[in-house]
Each structure stands twice: as C-alpha cells, then as structure tokens.
C-alpha cells in the first residue's frame, strides 16, 4: 500500500514559468512533510519541509503547500530554470522528532525544464 | 558542517558473491542512520534504521544485514547477493532529536550479474 503518492511520472515545463509538483498521502498520522531534489547517480538533496501546523512554507523560488483535508500537498517552482530539472521526492513521517522517525517517500516526478 | 560518505561508488559483482557498503558520517554525534534503496524505477524504500551503536531495525525481510559498531558508521552487507539485489544504495543521517530531515550521501550503485 502506497502511502504517498506521487501520481505524475514526470513534468516539462518551459523556463521561467511554474513548475507545480503534486503528491498526496493516506496516513492522517503523518505531521511533517518534505520535498527532496535528486540529480542521476547522486544522493536526494532535501530541499524544503512544512509541518502540519502550516498550510504554506516559502523559502526563495520554493514554496510548499499543504492541504489537511484534502491530504494533499504540492511543490511550486517560480520562476523555474534549467538546473532545476531533476527527480522530486515527496516524503512523510508520522512522528514530529521521534527518536524512530522514519520517512516515506513518494515514487518521484521528473521535472524538465526547457530552455 | 556534516558529511557522509558512501563506498564505494559504484560495484558490479557475481550473483552469490558477499556485500559490503560502508557509510560514514562527519561533523554530528550520536545521528539516526538509515538504509535506503533505489531500483529501477522506483521509490525510495527504507531498507533498515539505527537509532544507536549496535541497535538494528530492519524495515522489510529480505537478503540483506546491517551493522553499527561505531557511533558514526552504518554498513550494508549480504553473505550471498541476488539478482533482485541490483539498485544504488543511499545511506542517510539525521539529528537525534529536533526536526525529521535526513541528509543523504551520495550513494552506491550496484549491479549483480
């Protein structure tokens, strides 16, 4: 069972407009969200985060929203460049600084920028 | 500032041969350290986690062992490797208490012929 789920494969979007990545999840008990970047052949980058107390967390061109509700969170890009091409993770964890804290991922999207 | 390293970077080996992946982290004590996985592919699956010297939780059954003998070093092994085994390996760290970030080295491909 799937429990972040990153519905879109991949992403083109041309340079200097929005790049919107999507991710949704089924656990009510996740309270801490993050946005990973990951170049071929390298480590995932961490990249921006938002707890469930917030519905927004901005941090330069990056900005995370969350929607409780609707279990749903997305990852805006603004405006998006060529070097931002790479995979994105969603990820999720349960416990807020538990000492077991574990991550689930999402399967990615691979976001290209066109020049 | 903290690193983590990974080695070796890339690793072909025959089917049934043994494994080991070493990670070590710089610059923070007594961390969290997992074991991920990357197939084809895929997601991110979380193989195994130690929240302390000798103390291993693994996430799903499967060929794979893992250790911490010292504070800062994690190691992946397998007495005898599987096809199914092939995929880049990431090790991660992260602060005991405070936020969940974890911090991903650079990985390991490997290949198993």
């Known amino acids: 069972d799937q429990q972040v789920k990153q519905n879109s494969p991949s992403l083109s979007v041309q340079e200097g407009r929005i790049s919107i990545l999507n991710c949704d999840y089924t656990?009510?008990?996740?309270?801490?969200f993050l946005w990973y970047k990951k170049y071929p052949a390298e480590g995932p980058t961490f990249l921006i985060s938002i707890s469930s107390i917030k519905d927004k967390n901005e941090d330069g061109r990056f900005t995370v929203f969350l929607n409780k509700s609707a279990k749903h969170l997305s990852l805006h890009i603004v405006p998006s460049q060529p070097g931002d091409s790479a995979v994105y993770f969603c990820a999720a964890s349960e416990k807020y600084g538990g000492a077991t804290n574990k991550l689930i991922f999402g399967t990615g999207t691979l976001l290209a920028v066109q020049p | 500032s903290q690193t983590i390293h990974q080695w070796p970077a890339t690793l072909v080996q025959p089917v049934g041969s043994p494994l080991s992946l070493e990670c070590t982290v710089e610059?923070?004590?007594?961390?969290?350290l997992y074991w991920y996985r990357q197939a084809a592919g895929r997601g991110l699956q979380l193989l195994f986690y130690?929240?302390?010297?000798?103390?291993i939780s693994s996430e799903v059954p499967q060929n794979l062992s893992a250790s911490r003998p010292q504070d800062r070093q994690f190691i992946l092994s397998s007495k005898k490797l599987l096809l199914s085994d092939s995929g880049f390996y990431l090790c991660?760290?992260?602060?005991?208490?405070?936020?969940?970030?974890?911090?991903f080295g650079p990985g390991t491909r490997l290949t198993v012929l």
């Open positions: 991660a760290w992260r602060r005991l208490a405070g936020l969940n970030e974890q911090f």
């Open positions: 130690s929240v302390g010297i000798g103390q």
């Open positions: 610059g923070t004590s007594n961390p969290n």
């Open positions: 656990n009510s008990m996740f309270d801490y």
